[in-house]
């Protein structure tokens, strides 16, 4: 990790000049070339003023290696998903990802599904009807986990609701080891989505029975990686194309 690239990349993504960022500063422009040759560390007041500056957390500027972020991401797609029947949970609890993930995975054996198809696509997303009061006084969030169940497999196997998505557009990225900063590294993909969507003149579109936006987490080549889905209004485009099947 160098500080020093991770302020010369976020100064450079910005479009400031080292001179516009010294006086934001209210150092000399020889300061921030040294800042950023890591020649000489900024100042605690300096550091804070600077994640200010680049809209960034402080612990990502100091700790993650920014200036690779471009390899992290993946290019955003359009892809359309076809309608699917899925099966699915949500909990409330402080940590609600492994704890719906661990429920869902034992449904999955008891079900009879991960007979019928070992690799069951497993997608999430967060619940977003859990009282502030819940969040605030005991640290509850809400997440979802739900099975794409495949073509041809029933069950009556209780503890969970069954529901169907219908076909639909969505943009996509995919993020390479999405953990190794989490707070950082996938909300900033969905900020790039966002982005992407604005440029191109897509935008969200809430709609019955389609799921606004959720997560895929997968192995690949040894890599953890993470699929973001964000539905966009029904497009016609050459490069969308089904993905599942």
């Not at 605690?44 to 680049?54: G, H, I, T």
């Not at 999430?124 to 073509?151: C, H, K, M, T």
């Not at 959720?214 to 485009?237: P, W």
Request: charged content about 30%; overall charge negative.
């Amino acid at each position: 990790m160098s500080l020093g690239k991770n302020i010369q990349y976020l100064r450079k993504q910005k479009k400031i000049t080292q001179e516009q960022l010294a006086e934001m500063m209210s150092v000399s422009r020889q300061t921030i070339s040294k800042w950023e040759t890591d020649e000489i560390i900024p100042e605690l007041d300096k550091l804070v003023a600077l994640s200010d500056v680049f809209s960034c957390k402080l612990d990502d500027l100091v700790k993650e290696d920014m200036h690779n972020r471009d390899e992290v991401y993946s290019e955003i797609i359009v892809k359309k998903v076809k309608a699917f029947k899925m099966a699915r949970y949500v909990m409330l609890t402080p940590n609600p990802e492994d704890d719906v993930n661990f429920y869902m995975e034992n449904w999955a054996r008891r079900s009879g599904l991960l007979d019928f198809q070992p690799d069951a696509m497993r997608i999430g997303w967060d619940f977003p009807f859990a009282i502030s009061e819940l969040q605030n006084r005991f640290g509850l969030r809400g997440y979802v986990a739900a099975y794409i169940l495949p073509e041809g497999f029933e069950t009556s196997c209780p503890g969970v609701e069954f529901a169907v998505q219908n076909e639909a557009d969505y943009a996509v990225i995919t993020i390479h080891d999405p953990f190794a900063a989490a707070s950082g590294r996938i909300p900033n993909a969905y900020k790039k989505i966002m982005e992407f969507l604005q440029a191109n003149g897509f935008r969200e579109k809430p709609k019955k029975d389609i799921l606004s936006c959720f997560e895929h987490v997968y192995e690949k080549e040894r890599i953890t990686c993470m699929d973001v889905y964000i539905h966009v209004d029904s497009v016609s485009r050459t490069d969308s194309f089904t993905y599942f099947s």
